[in-house]
Structure formats: structure tokens, C-alpha cells
């Protein structure tokens, strides 16, 4: 057998990958029946805008997962965000798993902006941003190439390279269409 040669090598390292799931959920084909089913009821719903939301306690920061439905109930957007209330030490831990709230290909709240370049490649586009004074980039990855069959959009929010430490996953969208 023959050694893959540099240029083929470089080709996979180069190669973008497109995400279907965010939380075990597929934008675009889930209902709001099926995130019911596999995460309980949601913490709240705004009656007038079909957003549900489910809030999980992870260490010192809460994570919220929140859905936007079209009229006939199917998952148009899954968000997770993580939000670190200042001073407030959040106790316990929620019982349903947080690492279920990964992409599928295992990106999560948390997670090494290193991983998110490696796992999905060089975003379409990348900005600055901020979000309660942190500095933050926007990593934004449109996936309208794999086809009309998966979500389309997906952006992560990470945090700035600090002291020699990797920028950190806050918040990952993803979409069945443009956002």
C-alpha cells in the first residue's frame, strides 16, 4: 500500500465538515414533540414568540438550550448559550446530562476554539463581538454546499485567547435556514 502523498494530506486537513444536531436535535426535521420527549418539559415558553427553553446547572454557570419553532411545531434553530451569573455560586448540578447539549460531531459549551477549526474547518467568516463587555468571535459557517437536506447555518461564539489559554466555546447556533 502506498503513502498518502502531502497533497492528499492536505487535502483532508483542509476538507469542511457540515453539522446536522445540536443537542441530539436535526433543525429543519425535529418537532418540538421530540425535544419535549428527550428533555421533559421546557423551564419556559413565551407564549407569543414558540421559543421554549430549558435551563441546565453546570458548575458555576447556568447553560440554557432554546428552540425556535415554525407553526406547525418543527425545530427551526437549537441555541445552547452558557451564562455565568457574576458573584453567585450556582449549587447542584441538573440531572440530565450537559454533554448531551454537544453538536453531533462533539462540540459543547466549554469546548477549545482549536477543536471547533479542526472538527468543522475554517469558518465562512469570523468577527469580533461582545457580549456583557467580554470580547468574543463570532464564528459563522454557512453549510448551503452539503445540500438543501441539512441545517444550513452554524455559529459559535468563543471567547478571546487569554494568557496563553485557547478560546473557549459559549454559545453554538444552529439553523435550518439563514439566520
Excluded at 421546557?42 to 458548575?59: G, I
Amino acid at each position: 500500500m502506498e503513502a498518502p502523498s502531502a497533497a492528499s494530506f492536505q487535502a483532508a486537513k483542509t476538507r469542511r465538515h457540515n453539522e446536522l444536531t445540536l443537542a441530539g436535535l436535526h433543525p429543519g426535521r425535529d418537532s418540538l414533540g421530540k425535544a419535549v420527549r428527550a428533555l421533559g418539559g421546557p423551564n419556559s415558553k413565551s407564549s407569543e414568540s414558540s421559543t421554549p427553553t430549558w435551563e441546565f446547572r453546570s458548575q458555576n454557570s447556568y447553560i440554557f438550550l432554546s428552540l425556535d419553532c415554525d407553526a406547525k411545531g418543527t425545530i427551526q434553530t437549537v441555541r445552547v448559550f452558557q451564562v455565568s451569573p457574576s458573584g453567585v455560586n450556582v449549587e447542584g448540578a441538573s440531572p440530565w446530562p450537559v454533554t448531551r447539549l454537544y453538536t453531533g460531531r462533539g462540540v459543547g459549551i466549554g469546548g477549545d476554539y482549536a477543536q471547533v477549526l479542526e472538527l468543522y474547518g475554517n469558518p465562512d467568516s469570523r468577527s469580533p463581538s461582545t457580549k456583557g463587555g467580554q470580547p468574543l468571535q463570532l464564528l459563522y459557517y454557512a453549510f448551503d454546499w452539503a445540500g438543501p437536506d441539512v441545517p444550513q447555518v452554524m455559529q459559535v461564539v468563543c471567547t478571546q485567547e487569554e494568557n496563553g489559554q485557547p478560546g473557549r466555546v459559549v454559545e453554538i447556533t444552529l439553523a435550518a435556514s439563514s439566520l
